[in-house]
């Protein structure tokens, strides 16, 4: 999957002729507003998954849902899912649950759903849902990036240095230099430790952040917030087989090309 490219994508499925980036960031967006709904009402429950990670019934439950409700609006469709495995098809979602899941189940109101569709392997639509603040970031290719929020809201304003949301160092880590990396932006650059990628993506396309990087991604981290951040006017680096730099202004180049030394 290729989260850099931007060209328009037209096709058409065997189910109701063409459909349009517009149509799937539609389905997109409203089941991630009907899980989140469901997110209220469940029991959650956690267990281990690997040394640093963990899973919640939550994470289980909400991806099966985004998988029956994405697939049926889209017959023929198929779903690469953080816990529930992958498949491919010409249309394809990428879905992360409960991006966040550590904050999630310690009771820290840093976690979304993450929803993007793809079209032969390039990314159109993203969708990400903040079920505690009940904002809703979506864009996609021929439709602008907006945010949807009931609550309180500041317009971004500027700052001094530029402000970045990483999560480097994570626990685990198989790279080498990432706590002297994490010194040297911390010279440069005011620091935000989000523990969620997705959401982090999601507020530097909003503007509330100049950028944001992490190594240790997968596509379902990445996928829709990678399409905010490109419609609203920002890029997004791929770095190595799992990593990124995203954002707008010089920060992103100072941090892809650090991040490029330590991945390689």
């Given at each position: 999957?290729?989260?850099?490219?931007?060209?328009?994508?037209g096709?058409?499925?065997d189910?109701n002729?063409?459909?349009?980036?517009?149509?799937l960031?539609?389905?997109?967006?409203?089941?991630?507003v009907?899980?989140?709904?469901?997110?209220?009402?469940?029991r959650?429950?956690?267990?281990?998954k690997?040394?640093?990670?963990?899973?919640?019934?939550?994470?289980?439950?909400i991806?099966?849902f985004?998988?029956t409700?994405l697939?049926?609006?889209?017959?023929?469709s198929?779903?690469v899912?953080e816990?529930?495995?992958?498949?491919?098809?010409p249309i394809?979602?990428y879905?992360?649950?409960?991006?966040?899941?550590r904050?999630?189940?310690r009771?820290i109101?840093?976690?979304?759903?993450?929803?993007?569709?793809?079209?032969?392997?390039v990314?159109?639509?993203?969708?990400?849902l903040d079920?505690?603040?009940?904002?809703?970031?979506?864009?996609a290719?021929?439709?602008?990036?907006?945010?949807?929020?009931t609550?309180?809201?500041?317009?971004?304003g500027?700052?001094?240095?530029?402000?970045?949301?990483?999560?480097?160092?994570?626990?685990?880590s198989?790279y080498?230099?990432?706590l002297?990396?994490?010194?040297s932006?911390?010279e440069v650059?005011?620091?935000?430790?989000?523990?969620?990628?997705?959401?982090s993506?999601?507020?530097?396309?909003?503007?509330?952040?100049?950028?944001?990087?992490?190594?240790?991604i997968?596509?379902w981290?990445?996928a829709?917030g990678?399409?905010?951040?490109?419609e609203?006017?920002?890029?997004?680096?791929e770095?190595?087989?799992?990593?990124?730099?995203a954002?707008?202004?010089?920060?992103?180049?100072?941090?892809?090309?650090?991040?490029?030394?330590i991945?390689?």
């Open positions: 999957m290729d989260v850099a490219q931007s060209q328009p994508v096709f058409v499925t189910h002729g063409s459909v349009t980036p517009g149509d960031l539609a389905l997109a967006a409203q089941s991630c009907d899980a989140a709904k469901l997110l209220h009402e469940l959650v429950d956690v267990a281990a690997g040394p640093f990670d963990q899973v919640s019934t939550a994470d289980l439950e991806e099966a985004l998988r409700s697939t049926g609006g889209a017959p023929g198929a779903v899912g816990e529930l495995g992958a498949a491919s098809a394809t979602w879905v992360d649950p409960i991006d966040g899941t904050n999630f189940v009771g109101p840093l976690s979304c759903l993450s929803v993007a569709a793809a079209v032969d392997g990314p159109v639509a993203g969708c990400v079920p505690f603040r009940d904002e809703l970031f979506t864009a290719v021929d439709v602008p990036f907006a945010v949807r929020s609550g309180l809201t500041i317009t971004p500027t700052s001094p240095r530029p402000l970045v949301l990483t999560d480097i160092p994570m626990p685990g198989p080498r230099g990432e002297e990396l994490l010194g932006l911390m650059a005011d620091v935000r430790r989000v523990y969620s990628t997705a959401l993506l999601a507020w530097v396309a909003a503007g509330r952040a100049d950028a944001a990087a992490n190594l240790g997968h596509p981290d990445v829709a990678a399409v905010l951040v490109r609203a006017g920002g890029v997004y680096r770095i190595g087989r799992d990593g990124f730099a954002g707008r202004g010089e920060i992103v180049d100072w941090l892809h090309d650090r991040l490029e030394d991945v390689t």
